[in-house]
């Protein structure tokens, strides 16, 4: 099986969702991390999902 890489860019606060979508769509995929700002930065606040990980199987 081949693999393939890819990056999604989304929209401010649509990546968790739209890996949610792709992990619903495709069966055996899943969303592995989320990852929020540790603390306020310049342009977003504390908490804010920076990053989403998932498989696409």
Known sequence: MTEIINCL???YGEAKKAAKFYAATFL????DRVNNA???YHGGKDGD????EFTVL
């Open 9 to 11: 860019r989304c929209g």
């Open 28 to 31: 055996g995929s899943h969303v």
């Open 38 to 40: 540790a603390s306020d």
């Open 49 to 52: 999902e920076l990053t989403v």
